[in-house]
């Protein structure tokens, strides 16, 4: 029943900028906090942020802070992810989760950084 699916992925050059998107459904949207995690071939899944329910309070990993903005829009049950000045070290395939812990998890969106 609960359903969250990404968008937004593709390629880009290094310095461009891309936004994710993760339209939620199933569950009452506005009480949970959601998060973004990234996985690179060969690597752990790694948290990139995170968005209290209201909106009011974010956290980033340090890689992407300041080049990268969650938000949310609990009108319309979607979280975002605004990626600025990427990198190659961006690509991964990007992930919403509902909350912080539990098994549900959007199905990934692919995003590439090459020139």
């Known amino acids: 029943q609960v359903q969250l699916v990404e968008s937004g992925g593709g390629l880009v050059q290094p310095g461009g900028s891309l936004r994710l998107s993760c339209a939620a459904s199933g569950f009452t949207f506005r009480g949970f906090a959601m998060t973004w995690y990234r996985q690179a071939p060969g690597k752990e899944r790694e948290l990139v942020a995170t968005i209290s329910s209201a909106g009011d309070i974010t956290t980033y990993a340090d890689s992407v802070k300041v080049r990268f903005t969650i938000s949310r829009d609990n009108t319309k049950n979607t979280v975002y992810l605004q990626m600025n000045s990427l990198k190659s070290e961006d690509t991964a395939v990007y992930y919403c989760?509902?909350?912080?812990?539990?098994?549900?998890w959007g199905q990934g969106t692919q995003v590439t950084v090459s020139s």
């Open positions: 989760r509902r909350g912080a812990t539990g098994n549900y």
